[in-house]
């Protein structure tokens, strides 16, 4: 049987439960913010671990063969702000969910879409960086640091045309408003005080202009590109998530040697699934980045890129291999 694992309000999830359904083929999805509504339960020294979805109580260590780790999400996510409890209770209760969840991996024999641990470490945008130029992709050239020195002599050494963008996650979330920390085009930095440089370390990168832009989404051995292009033909911001509006995603295959490469790079990761970034500059191709879990129903609809299919495919795939070894 297959399992999802996710949240209530992840539409991508809903484009690959209907495709399962109309396949007639039987799975659990588990939006994490309804555990606390209903129970889980480990037991031990048998293990086995039961969850509770609509009163009917499913245990995962005996039919589960396949999990499609989405994105799961936190207890009190569907709770009103003003009826949760304080932010420390809050975090124990996401700890203590957190560990009960994580003993899923425990259970031998499970195909993960994508393993949690290879996940993670496919986060980090340094191991991302250095797993591409390890494999033969072509890499900007990259300084990640707080010291305003460093970043200087990347820019000089670009005559003083650079980007930058965040280490880690992208995401400020305050009381009132979230912010995302997009990737922005840099040529001085007389005019940032060094004490905000130095607060943390920042992606300093040589910029690729000009430049058009591929989401690559690789699902096992199935690779879909798509090229991202401005509606009224004009070149591109530096992050076309900026004016995601006012562009069009054009599928269109890669040169063979660099959809090997994508195919690669994910096998390398110990990945199922990744959605890779990549800009073609004066004719080569660089890696960008990689989201492990990324997103990618903007592509299914109304682009009708048949992603939800291809990964309904791999997780059928690997179910019924389990099922008949």
Known sequence: MIMILSNKWDVTVDFVVAELQSRHIEFLRVNTEDLIKGCATVSLPDFRIRVSKRD??????????????RRPGKPFDDFPKDQRPSEAVQSFVNDQWYSLLEAIQLIPNITWVNDPKANDAAENKIRQLFIASKIGFEIPETVITNDPEHAKYLLNRH???????????????EPEKDYFIFTNTIRELNQIPEEDIRISPTIFQQALIPKFDYRITVIGEKVFSVRIERKDGANLDIDWRTEKRDIDFIQ???????????CRYVQECNLLFGAIDLVEHKGEFYFLEI????????????????????????????????NTA
């Open 291 to 322: 989201n492990p879990n990324g997103e990618w129903g903007w592509l299914q609809k109304p682009h009708n890129v048949p992603i939800a299919e291809a990964l309904c495919d791999l997780l059928v795939y690997y179910d019924k291999r389990l």
């Open 56 to 69: 009917k109580i499913h245990d995962i260590t005996q039919k589960i063969n396949v999990i499609w780790n």
């Open 252 to 262: 269109q295959k890669l040169p063979p040697d660099i959809e090997k490469l994508c």
């Open 159 to 173: 005559n003083k045309n650079a980007v930058t963008k965040a280490l880690y996650s992208p995401l400020i979330e």
